[in-house]
Every structure is written in C-alpha cells, then in structure tokens.
C-alpha cells in the first residue's frame, strides 16, 4: 500500500552502537513504514516491534519465522522476514508517539527507534485584500494559512518574499514573480498553493460617492431659462442644475446690478443663434419675507 511519510533523522549513539531515534512526520490516514537501519543484526531468538505504550505489535521468532501481531494491530500491520521492517497502516492522530525495534537473544539490544507524528493535511491558503487598502495606493494584501498570516505591499512590479513557520511545523512562505502573487501553505507532510494576478487581487475600488443632488435638464425652445430657474428657487435644498438652452432671439444685455436670475437668463440669451449654450448656477434658499404686525387703532 502506497504511504506517505517524511523522515528527519535525529542520530544518536547508544551502547550498541546503534541508531537511537528517528522522527517520521506521517499523514493522518496513509501507511508509513518503519525500517531496520542496520544491515546486519547481532544474532537473536525474539525480535519485536514495540509501541509507545509498550505494547508488543508484532513479535517474530527467528528459529520458526513465525510472525504474531498483537491483536489491536492484526489488520493494520505488514511484517516482512526479511528485513525486519514494520508498515503500519491507515495512521491517525492517536498513533502519533515512539516506536522501537528490540531484539532479545544472547543480550537484549534496543536496534532502532521511530518518534512517528501523525498530521492532517494543510488547508487551503488564502489570498485576500486587506480591507484598509484603497486605490490608488500600493496594493496591501494578507497571505494566510489557519493560524498564521503575513501582510506585504505589491508596489509597481514586486512583493518582498517573506517566510513564518509556526511551533507546529507549519509554514507560510509568500513570493511574487512578475504579474503573480504566490502563498504556500505546507507541513512536513503536505503542501498547497494559491496564485493569483495582481490585477485579479488588487481590483479598483470606486470611491465614495459625495452626497449631492444633481439635476440635469433640458430646457425645451418655447420656455425660457428664468422659468426654469423659478422653478428651483422655491426649493429649501440648494442643488446644482445643469440647462441646456434652445435657440432664441433676445439679446438683451445685463448690468452689473442686474439679479443674478436675471443675468444667467441674459447670459443665455446673448448666445449665438442655432448655437445651444449651458447654464451653471448655484440656487441659494431665498430669505422668507418678514411677517408684518397687524396694529389696531384705538380711540383717544
């Protein structure tokens, strides 16, 4: 059965001389295989794979080369004669912890030791726009992975590569290369990727509309622009209108202490004839008329 593992060899010396421990980084679920690392063992009756909780798992007899699983492990166990290698099969979290082959003859002598962690497989990461970022400034981002992130800035052409590995083994490492953005999300037993455009990533975001109302109107040939603008005057909101005028045939001019109704009209009636011109003007609320007393005559 295919497995997958990853090995970081960790060797020390005992007093036979052999290897003493070995950590394997397994995936929650597939098969990993524990092997012999010497080529040659020193002569043996009992040979047995031994468990963190010291259990037995297999236990093989060298003069028979008979093989007895431990019964919590018959189904899970591949035992080969050899060379004394164990495979366990279908791993999960709870198996995680020390493994060891012992041989039991003439001396007992500890050959190898395994500490297996079992992991599950990375998430997926996330490339994502921080929330502050607005155009049109460098484009600020967040490449996350579960527990851990790192924020960095593409500007014009280039991110800063940048790398977190977490006390779990976990790592997030971000790069950039020409138009892409990269976020890896790996642990000794996996690894997976996000790569996204820039363009993709750090879309434009519109901004903020302003709070004001615009009228656009078109005023028709038979009404003159002063009655349109009678229109607006009565209203409390001041407002920004935008006319365009037909043709007319006044030309009347302006003083310069005409009303300033009176000298928008003008200006639009000095246009050129067959020549349609635009008015801008700004309608200022009209102060109410003072209220009047009403005073009653009384005899002297």
């Known amino acids: 059965m295919a497995f997958r593992s990853f090995l970081v060899f960790a060797l020390l010396m005992d007093k036979t001389g052999f290897s003493a421990e070995i950590s394997v980084f397994v995936q929650t679920g597939v098969s990993v295989q524990l092997d012999i690392q010497t080529q040659e063992l020193p002569e043996f009756y009992i040979l047995h794979w031994i468990n963190y909780k010291s259990d037995n798992i297999v236990t093989y007899l060298s003069g028979t080369k008979e093989i007895k699983p431990h019964d919590i492990y018959k189904d899970r166990v591949d035992f080969n004669k050899t060379t004394f ?56 981002f967040t490449c996350k992975g579960s527990n851990i992130f790192i924020s960095s800035i593409y500007n014009g052409s280039s991110c800063s590569n940048e790398e977190v590995t977490a006390a779990d083994n976990h790592t997030l490492r971000l790069s950039c290369s020409g138009d892409s953005i990269m976020c890896n999300y790996s642990n000794p037993v996996s690894l997976k990727t996000q790569v996204m455009k820039v363009n993709e990533l750090c879309t434009v975001k519109q901004g903020a509309q302003k709070n004001e109302q615009t009228i656009y109107a078109k005023v028709d040939e038979n009404i003159k622009p002063q009655k349109s603008l009678e229109m607006l005057e009565k209203s409390e909101n001041p407002r920004t209108v935008y006319d365009t005028a037909g043709d007319t045939d006044v030309t009347n001019h302006t003083t310069p202490n005409d009303d300033p109704m009176n000298q928008s009209a003008s200006l639009t009636e000095k246009s050129k004839p067959n020549a349609p011109s635009t008015i801008y003007c700004i309608i200022q609320q009209q102060p109410k008329p003072p209220k009047l007393k009403l005073i009653t005559p009384f005899m002297v």
């Open 85 to 140: 290698s164990l495979t366990l099969k279908n791993m999960q979290k709870t198996d995680s912890g020390l493994y060891r082959a012992k041989t039991i003859g003439q001396s007992d002598n500890n050959i190898v030791t395994y500490r297996v962690s079992v992991m599950d497989e990375v998430e997926d990461p996330v490339l994502a726009v921080n929330s502050s970022w607005s155009s049109p400034d460098p484009c600020s």
